[in-house]
């Protein structure tokens, strides 16, 4: 309250940091080109939104781009959707969300995963969960991005944020291995709670790259009781 009445006061002595205040607190910038954006609630301009190159809303990498899904590992997941490929200027904002707790490109990105969501033709979710991390690489990061992307998902009034799913294995980076190696990389990397006996899940993540990580993480799942599990990821990472 202090603080308003402070900005109050030096407002009515300076005009220009009075209009500064509004726009910072109450208006947007867009991410690329800093223009004003129409809408306070949006972080994209039009002109930039129509510049990027995404997959159609509510399309399933499974049934849709099945040359693009075969090369990921998907067996215990019954549909993935993803915004982009992992190409500008999504190879910006991950790194910044992911290391520099960049909230604006989080907020962005869980945005449109959420248009994805609210597209979809899958059903009902019951359960969202963030693509858990090791508590020692957490202690390192500070947050899990995944779980940032969750905070601005609202896939439905009736599913609701599940955090029984938990990494247990520290493990390498899978793109540092090969293909025997990664799928030994995820044994027993995750654990969960009997809760999701019967429930639809959503695994959310901020990149697919071999689908190993999500694979793993979603058979778990699976092992525990759930129905279903769905993948929802901001970009997919081409591996050679
Ligand atoms: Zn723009």
Redesign the pocket.
Known sequence: MYAFYDAYFIASKNKDFFLQFINKYFNND?L??D?RTEHNAKL??D??MSDLDLYPLGSDLLYSYSSISSHIIHDAITGIAVVSNYQWPFEQWIPQMKFHNHINSAKLMGQMLNEHLANSLWPTIDLITPMPIHSQRLLQRGYNQAELLCKFINYSSHSTLFHGLTRTKYTQPQTELNKIERKQNMKQAFACENTVQGKTVLLVDDVITTGHTANAAAQELLNSGATAVYLVAVAIRKYN
């Open positions: 867009c690329l080109c223009s994209l301009c002109l930039c």
